[in-house]
């Protein structure tokens, strides 16, 4: 059973609006740092560990990637750890940007 669910990029204004939501950027920090969509953080090592160790598991995590899949692998280490609203973007940041019309 999936511990996340799949989201539209459409999705993530409502999700993001919820108090204490994170949203994360799982692609490589050179792409991260090239581009990434506002209030993204990095999702590096550090702070994944961090947040597994000390953050509210009920925290709404939306995360992304390049395309969707390597932020589903991501979603379900979370969903693993007991965080209860993980989300992964359908699409990913190639989906996003396509949305803002910059594809």
Known sequence: MKKFQTVSVGDMPG???????????CRQLRDYREGH?????HAHDDL?????RKADKGTPLVIYCYHGHSSE????????????????VQGGYAS????QGRA
């Open 15 to 25: 999700l993001l609006s919820a108090e204490n939501s994170l949203l994360l950027d």
């Open 96 to 99: 996003w940007l396509e949305s």
């Open 37 to 41: 969509i506002e209030n993204a953080m």
């Open 73 to 88: 692998h991501l979603a379900e280490l979370f969903g693993n750890f007991g965080f209860q609203n993980v989300f992964s």
């Open 48 to 52: 994944v560990e961090s947040l597994i």
